[in-house]
């Protein structure tokens, strides 16, 4: 009797072992992030996944021009106005001489360049409260049209609180 109680525990651990040593399991690693903007200056695109990837201008075949691009940011300051400026020059090229696209960047209706001297893209009033904000990047078009050729560049922004003026000082 003992040996048939030994037997059946023993097969019954066995079975509970075989179980456990034939379960499928499955495992997944994803990333998370946030960005929790500072309340006291952001400019952050509204559409997060796009910044980071090659925007293409489409060619429209009917009328022989390029589209444009048009994204908009949440901007916000708590003491001053906003400026942007660009970086470099904007354009977009193949590498060939002679075969470049200029590029018109305006930021909340306001043009931008890459001269040293920013340009103010929200008052000082309305960055206190925040303001959704359109950026627009147009081709123009160059002298003879359109050439054909895979063309590619860059756009950099730089955003920055303005300097506050004698006024501010007071307030």
């Known amino acids: 009797m003992i040996k048939q109680c030994t037997a059946a525990l023993l097969a019954g651990a066995t079975a509970l072992t075989a179980a456990v040593t034939w379960a499928a399991r499955e495992e997944h690693t994803f990333e998370v992030s946030l960005n929790i903007p ?46 942007a400026r660009l970086a470099t020059d904007p354009l977009i090229d193949t590498g060939r001489p002679g075969e470049l696209i200029e590029l018109r960047v305006t930021f909340n209706d306001v043009t931008l360049s890459s001269h040293i001297t920013p340009q103010q893209v929200l008052s000082k009033e309305e960055a206190a409260v925040g303001k959704r904000v359109l950026l627009k990047i147009e081709p123009i078009k160059p002298p003879g049209g359109y050439r054909p050729g895979e063309y590619s560049g860059n756009v950099v922004l730089f955003f920055n609180a303005s300097a506050p003026n004698g006024n501010d000082a007071d307030a």
């Open 38 to 83: 500072s309340r006291p200056f952001y400019v952050i695109p509204v559409e997060p996944d796009w910044i980071h990837r090659p925007q293409l201008l489409a060619w429209h075949h009917a009328t022989d021009s390029l589209g444009k691009l048009e994204k908009y940011f949440d901007m916000r300051h708590d003491s001053s106005a906003i400026e």
